[in-house]
Each structure stands twice: as structure tokens, then as C-alpha cells.
């Protein structure tokens, strides 16, 4: 069984994404957009560590390997942590529109259990974009790109505004955000085109 819910549809004056002039390279590693992200941040030490490439159009591909510490039943992947992987795939997304957008609904589908040790080979793409509202999708597989879905997901980012994360995120982590060294990944959080 599968299908998204109503407010995952996009809407009749949906247009088709489009690929931002400076988005990274068919086949570039996108990197972290922050340090201490759960998803993708290489400075956590029980993260996902997902590393996410761009591919054409509005698409990019990832991977990540299930630890021990990303376990819910004994020796599977918890459900939880598979839907930040692909909330962080389909989030990495919004950097190939070069928006800056938070998740608004993801909607979940858990097809295979997915055990420890095993890299999910993750795809997601932009559908459709409404305004502020950014449709996509993404899948996940086992033992390679062209495994069995082991898990898929629908969901609606909504564009925001920098004042977003400085009006609900802790100070000191927002400075030390700004202040990051790394002028890419300080332009992937902060950076809001019009
Ligand atoms: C530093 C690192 C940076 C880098 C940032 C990258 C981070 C990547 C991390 C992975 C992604 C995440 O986990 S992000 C973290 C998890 N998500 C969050 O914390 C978001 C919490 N929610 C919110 O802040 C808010 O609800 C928003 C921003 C999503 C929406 O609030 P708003 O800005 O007031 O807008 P609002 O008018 O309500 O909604 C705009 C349109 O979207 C629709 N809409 C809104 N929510 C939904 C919904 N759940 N389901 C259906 N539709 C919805 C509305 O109907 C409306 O449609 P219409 O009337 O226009 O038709």
C-alpha cells in the first residue's frame, strides 16, 4: 500500500522545478550544510553522516550506512532514523533550487526492514513548486541503486526566510553557524536568493 495524502498533491498552478544556475555539478558531493546536523553533520558522532550527490535537473542520489546506534528492533534500522534519512536527501534537495526551506509534512512508507551495516541507497527529486511550497519525493533501496525499496517518502518543504532559524534556534549556535569558516556550507544555511 502506498499513496500520498491530499496536501501532498500538488496544486493546479504548480510549476516544474527548476535547477538553479549554481547548483553543484551533476556528480558533486553537496557536503554538510551544518557541522552539527543530525542528517548530515560530520560532527556528530552518532548521525547518519548521509552524504548526498547531486544528479540532473532537480534530482540528487545518497547514501548511508545503518550503525549500531541507529537501531530500533535488534539488528534493524530504527523507523525513525529512516525517515531523517530521507528527510535529510529530500531537505539536500532544496540546495539544487538554492531555497532555503524546512520540512513541512513528510509522509512515510516502510516497505522492507532494513538491517545494520547496510548502506540505503537513497533518490530524490523536486516534483513540483507552489509559491513557497516545494513537492518532492524520494526512495530508498538495498545492496545497490537498483536494490528492492526498502522504504519511500512524499513531502512538502515550505521556502523560509533566514529569520527563521534566528528567531527559533539558540543564539550560540546560530553565531557560530554565521561564523563558519566554510563559505559553502555558511551560504547553504543562510543564503536566500529571491
Ligand atoms: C541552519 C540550517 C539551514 C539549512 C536548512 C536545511 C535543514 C535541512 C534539515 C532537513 C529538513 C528538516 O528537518 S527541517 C526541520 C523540521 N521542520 C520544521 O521544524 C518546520 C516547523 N514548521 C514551521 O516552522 C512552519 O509550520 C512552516 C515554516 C513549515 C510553515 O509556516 P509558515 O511560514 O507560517 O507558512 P504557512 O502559511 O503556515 O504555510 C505555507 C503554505 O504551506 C502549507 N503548509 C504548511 N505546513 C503544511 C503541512 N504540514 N502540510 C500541508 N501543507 C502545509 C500551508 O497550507 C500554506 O499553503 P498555501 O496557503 O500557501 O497554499
Redesign the pocket.
Known sequence: MSGSSA?LQP?ADAVKPVRHPDAPAPGDLLGA??EH?F?CGPGQPHGLHLEARAGEGVALTAEFTVQPAHQGAPGLAHGGVLATAL??TL?SL?WLLRT??????LETDYVRPVPVGTTLHLAAEVTAV????IYSRAVGRLDGPDGPVAVRADA?F?E?KVD??ID??RPEEIRA?MSDPDQVRRA???EVNP
Request: aromatic share 10%.
Open positions: 496536501s496544486p550544510h551544518y546536523c542528517g528527510d535529510e531537505g532544496n532555503v526551506a524546512v520540512t513541512g509534512r507552489a509559491g513557497r511550497k512538502l515550505v523560509v527563521h532559524f527559533h534556534g553557524a547553504r544555511a543562510f
